[in-house]
């Protein structure tokens, strides 16, 4: 950490020192540190490739500009907004404090600035003309198998096998067995990658004020090209907890989605289409067990049973979702 502060000096003239190590940042370090007076958010990005660290600020940038309010990078001496050491890349952000949404126990009045924003969010992405490499590519059917069978292979190779490991060969079980029956073909919804995104609009990537309203948005490092519509129900997904039949979490989705119709009006087909595409991006995904047997990131493992819990929801109940979501 020397050589980074000293670094950190050299790129901002700044002498900082460490106050704490950030929890959470399931793929990134992060801490907080400071000059005595004031406090500075340093950020380590998860990636190692500088164009991607480039396109991620200008993103930034560009949805500032356009009034979004987003966190962006303080600059260095230079002008530049990140530096590099050891091969990896660093920036530092202004401190901010704010509320975070209460996972389960949302405010009316969050939810409906938590939709707006994304609404609004997405008005000014559709405009974008930025070179960003990133951006969605359909499922690989056969790929997915391919590496869902390593991946088994992978957990009977344990000496040792441990509940995590239980739970990742069901929920690898039910992935191969909704991958083999699945009749939504995601070239027929007709989608394009016509918006650029947040890529993780979550309630932990926003703050809120005092008044219930979005004062933040941060972590732009999954900004990409994508259909609109995916980072809608990603977002509604992820951020409430749906995963069982109660109507009152239902309604705060519901809730959710009106209010980000009213920023950015959205047809009941784009909203069919959003749901398919989200089931389809679920049974696929083999993010995290594939972090966890392959590259050994423990981190995540909390994600498992929430991801295996929102699969066997949206298979049960894809056709309920869509009309109740689509209904007027």
Not at 1 to 7: E, P, T, V
Not at 251 to 280: C, T, V, W
């Amino acid at each position: 950490m020397d050589i980074l502060l000293s670094k950190i000096r050299e790129f901002y003239g700044l002498r900082l020192c460490v106050v704490e190590k950030v929890s959470g940042g399931y793929l990134s370090q992060n801490y907080i540190l400071s000059d005595g007076t004031v406090k500075y958010f340093f950020k380590k990005y998860r990636f190692d490739n500088e164009r991607r660290v480039k396109e991620v600020h200008a993103a930034k940038k560009y949805f500032f500009d356009s009034g979004i309010p987003v966190i962006v990078p303080l600059p260095g001496k230079s002008g530049k907004t990140y530096f590099e050491c050891g091969g990896r890349y660093y920036a530092i952000f202004p401190f901010v404090c704010g509320l975070h949404m209460k996972y389960g126990a949302p405010k009316d009045g969050e939810i409906i600035s938590y939709g707006e924003m994304l609404g609004r969010l997405h008005l000014v992405g559709k405009k974008s003309v930025l070179s960003i490499g990133s951006y969605f590519k359909p499922m690989d059917r056969e790929e997915s198998l391919r590496k869902i069978a390593k991946l088994i292979k992978k957990i009977h190779e344990n000496e040792v096998s441990s509940d995590f490991d239980k739970t990742a060969l069901e929920s690898l079980s039910l992935k191969k067995e909704l991958i083999a029956t699945n009749d939504i073909q995601y070239d027929q919804l007709g989608l394009k990658n016509d918006h650029l995104i947040h890529g993780d609009y979550l309630y932990h990537n926003v703050f809120f004020n005092d008044s219930l309203k979005v004062s933040h948005v941060f972590d732009f490092e999954k900004t990409a090209y994508y259909p609109r519509c995916f980072e809608i129900f990603r977002s509604m997904f992820y951020s409430f907890p749906i995963e069982g039949n109660g109507p009152l979490s239902l309604q705060y989705a519901k809730l959710y989605l009106d209010s980000y119709s009213r920023a950015y009006p959205i047809s009941n087909e784009e909203i069919r289409n959003g749901l398919r595409m989200l089931y389809l991006h679920n049974i696929y995904s083999l993010w995290i067990e594939s972090e966890h047997y392959l590259w050994g990131n423990r981190r995540i493992d909390l994600f498992l049973i929430p991801e295996k819990q929102r699969i066997e929801y949206l298979s049960k109940h894809k056709k309920e979702l869509e009309e109740f979501f689509s209904s007027n």
